[in-house]
């Protein structure tokens, strides 16, 4: 499996992005896929969570109602819609593919490299 994060960047408070993992390989659609974020100085923190099958979505409560994970199954990616960003949200980005519990960071076999987002005041 092989996975490829994109689409972060500098913006304002209150703004808006997307972030994408691109997924590729036989077996991806078997896993759980992820983001996580991991902040200067601080462990990797989980963000959100979904299921190529059932859909099912998962998030943290920091993020709960702002942010949204989805999935284009013809695409092979996994989306993470970020609005009403904060400061407190800068970290790079990953997306990682794995097993239960979502999460779990050390449940993630795969990951992609790490996308930074920050967010300014």
């Not at 991991?38 to 989980?46: L, N, W, Y």
């Not at 702002?66 to 990953?94: G, H, W």
Request: net charge positive; aromatic share 14%; hydrophobic share 30%.
């Amino acid at each position: 499996v092989q996975l490829q994060a994109s689409g972060g960047g500098l913006v304002q408070a209150g703004d808006s992005l997307r972030l994408s993992c691109a997924a590729s390989g036989r077996t991806f659609r078997s896993y759980m896929m992820g983001w996580f974020r991991q902040a200067p100085g601080k462990e990797r923190e989980f963000v959100a969570a979904i299921s190529w099958s059932s859909g099912n979505t998962y998030y943290t409560d920091s993020v709960k109602g702002r942010f949204t994970i989805t999935t284009d199954n013809a695409k092979n990616t996994v989306y993470l819609y970020m609005n009403s960003l904060k400061p407190e949200d800068t970290a790079v980005y990953y997306c990682g593919a794995g097993s239960w519990p979502y999460s779990d960071p050390a449940k993630y076999v795969y990951w992609g490299q790490g996308t930074q987002v920050t967010v300014s005041s």
